[in-house]
């Protein structure tokens, strides 16, 4: 346990045996620095990891002050119902995109969006990194920045992959129209069409979408809404199905918000080694953790270059930048080629403004602010939720990213609680549009990536109210 | 025939006469203007036009003077040999593969490259409008700027379409990461793998690559170095090959820089709605004409919604930028739909910032400027291509773009020479690449894209020798 989990641990405990009571001031962080004999930063990051599980709370700039009691939360999800194990070909698509669309409205409460709020992001702050890198730019870099891309961002990558003690090459890491595209590339790197491809389930849309639209299928495989994928039910797949890829979020899973502990990702690279099929691993969400440290990626247990690390920009720092990367180990060239005859290449001042902004520093005080502006918007949704839904309703809690996944009362349907919402103005994703079989009917994905009000208040209020009266129904 | 075609024509006729003789300077614009009683900007236009086919040429400051006769050119190649009429699989990518990566090579000079120079367009104002729009860019960009992209600049795109005689809707235009990516989402939206697509021979390299990663098959037709592809060869195929698309250049065209006429674009269009066969028309050197006027695309021909016109600013504009867009006909929805699932959209500083230019003007006169500086580079490549190639050496004489394509005398291999030409600092485009048939042994594209200097005119004369050495050996 590190020292400012020890720190927390200590004042979580006095406030359950009454010590700190409701309303009661925290000491100052300078004061707690100098009778613990700890550094300031350390009893910030107690006082953080104590905000996210909602125990005190900042009041502006007087200081740290118990909330009260831990707050009344839904409960976790058991083991989601087992998919049938067959290999679909997929014809979800319409299904999804109509579903999209409407998540995409503007004049809607974005629970059922894919995006947090652009609001949370230092969009100002990288305006003017762009806007001076873009008037230094190389006329050459057109030719110079072709894929794999701007050396210097590639190198930026890079040094992060090595603070988070992964040693992936400048070289092998190819620049990409966002995470999306070095999906779809790894993708193409491995599989022909007619090719299985495993899944997990319930698992993100656009992956399903993806392996329609170049003709592959699905084995969707049990996953579990705390640790992710379950290697037994993989491994029995793996047989079966001789899938040719393995397309896994193994960080704060879209939609279930799970997290693989270290030693099944460790299981997990070696199980796919043994059956030597490459896993794409989809990371996106991985630096949105709450917890003390980055959560590893499977990458770092791989040493035969299976592992096909993917991800982007767009939810951490720069959304629409459409800046992601691929570290596709063995396959780096594969990717990088296929790079050049789908795309050519990625927009070389977006590229740009990137590379000098991680090179400016600051990133990870922004990525600080960020933890902590979605861990304590968890906390408000969830309370909420746990508030205003009929009972039997459960709640995923997720470490980590920005979305829950809830699972309401059986015979609660809810493609049809999204359609009541909408015409309330409320947006949420159904459980449907995660799978291509018929489940996770009662299920729908929550986003608490956009600053807690009034209005998404009222709008849980309102769902939990809907869902109630479907129940009654 | 305009004003300042007859113009042109006039003074044409006083050089070929001996009135106007090698060395006379030509009335100023003013003088011309007021004599004529026309407009001084048609008189310049004239000028332009007698530049670009090297009867006269600017001096700084001085005006126009006559350059002396027609300069002496290589022949133009007749009609090229006839492809094997068989639908193959594609297996060209790494040999294409292994040649564009040397054409990429700063060092060398870029006769084989894809791409013009950097220098020819307005990076520097580019770079103040992004500048300034970044800065100006509302954070829900990332969200409404989704595919299908930009809303302001999809509508700049529309009013140029409607300049050149189309009408294309706003929100049937779909923005994309250049036009190599319209082009593959617009296969992908027409065709499954399997599938037989209909490509020029010889064609653009990528186009087979493109067809070869996703499992289609290239059916290559005839094509005339100076008029496009064969209609008749095109309907037999058409007939026999049942293909689900075609994918042609119809504007200078890459490699050979042929045109077609608008009788045979109308011609084309009617054959393909008779066999209810959808167009992928790659149009994007269209604005790089010599002559008076855009070439129309055969979009303009279209009744049916079967012509699915790509197109971008990376030639003409904002290399580096990314930005392309699709106008798919009735495939708007589902290529849109694509993009979605393949790169989800497109970078959002990089779109407001074209919209933002094209909104404040200035493009017309950059391409006024670009098309003239083309001319001149074509005319000098050409002339030097005549003074150092052996006899029997051809070459197209296309009337835009940047490409020139060479036949050499047969028996004198453009690979091989290709490979030596590397040795001396120097690239070209053999053109094995633009074909999945042993064709095209001795031929190679050169790209006049580069201002005209001492190291381009060496290069012309190394390349020339060596091709004369080949020929002796």
Same mark, same amino acid.
């Given at each position: 346990m590190t020292r400012y989990e020890m720190l927390a641990d200590d004042i979580a405990r006095s406030i359950d045996t009454g010590v700190l009571r409701p309303g009661d001031r925290l000491p100052s962080v300078r004061q707690a620095s100098a009778s613990r004999e700890i550094s300031?930063? @350390?009893?910030?990051?107690a006082y953080y990891l104590l905000e996210a599980r909602g125990l005190i709370r900042a009041r502006d700039r007087s200081g740290y002050y118990v909330t009260g009691t831990a707050p009344r939360l839904p409960p976790e999800p058991e083991n989601l119902p087992q998919p049938t194990a067959t290999a679909a070909a997929l014809e979800i698509s319409e299904r999804v995109f109509d579903v999209l669309e409407s998540t995409l409205r503007r004049d809607l409460v974005p629970l059922g969006s894919a995006f947090p709020s652009p609001l949370l992001f230092p969009l100002p702050r990288l305006a003017q990194v762009m806007a001076s890198s873009v008037q230094k730019l190389d006329p050459w870099s057109s030719v110079d920045d072709l894929s794999p891309g701007n050396a %210097?961002?590639? %190198?930026?990558?890079?040094?992060?992959?090595?603070?988070?003690?992964?040693?992936?090459? !400048?070289?092998?890491?190819?620049?990409?129209?966002?995470?999306?595209?070095?999906l779809n590339l790894c993708l193409m790197a491995v599989t022909r069409p007619g090719d299985a491809v495993v899944v997990e389930s319930p698992t993100f849309y656009t992956a399903l979408q993806s392996l329609e639209r170049i003709g592959l299928h699905a084995i969707e495989v049990q996953t579990h809404p705390r640790e992710g994928i379950d290697l037994a039910a993989l491994e029995s797949a793996l047989t079966r199905h001789r899938p040719k890829a393995c397309w896994l979020m193994t960080n704060f899973q879209n939609p279930l918000g799970s997290l693989m502990p270290d030693h099944k990702k460790r299981d997990l690279v070696e199980l796919l080694a043994r059956h030597d099929v490459p896993l794409i691993e989809d990371d996106v969400y991985g630096e949105l953790y709450f917890g003390s440290k980055r959560p590893t990626p499977a990458k770092a247990f791989d040493r035969h270059g299976l592992v096909m690390h993917c991800s982007s920009f767009s939810?951490?720092?720069?959304? #629409?930048?459409?800046?992601g990367w691929a570290a596709p #180990? %063995?396959?780096? %060239? @594969?990717?990088?080629?296929?790079?050049? !005859? !789908?795309?050519? !290449?990625?927009?070389?001042?977006?590229q740009a403004a990137l590379a000098a902004y991680l090179e400016k520093g600051g990133y990870d005080r922004h990525l600080r602010h960020l933890r902590q502006a979605l861990s304590a918007q968890q906390r408000d949704v969830m309370q909420a939720v746990a508030r205003h839904f009929p009972p039997g309703t459960c709640a995923t809690r997720p470490d980590g990213g920005y979305f829950l996944w809830i699972e309401l009362p059986d015979g609660i349907d809810a493609l049809d609680l999204h359609q009541r919402a909408l015409s309330h103005g409320i947006s949420i994703a159904p459980g449907r549009i995660f799978t291509s079989h018929p489940r996770f009917a009662n299920c729908f994905r929550l986003n608490y990536g956009h600053p807690w009000d009034a209005d998404i208040e009222q709008a849980i209020a309102t769902l939990g109210k809907l869902a109630t009266v479907g129940n009654r129904a």
């Open positions: 300031p930063s @350390t009893v910030f990051q %210097r961002l590639r %190198r930026q990558i890079a040094l992060r992959y090595l603070i988070d003690g992964l040693h992936v090459h !400048t070289d092998d890491i190819v620049i990409t129209n966002g995470a999306l595209e070095a939810k951490c720092l720069a959304p #629409g930048y459409r800046i #180990g %063995r396959f780096a %060239r @594969t990717v990088a080629r296929h790079k050049l !005859t !789908t795309t050519l !290449t990625t927009s070389a001042p977006a």
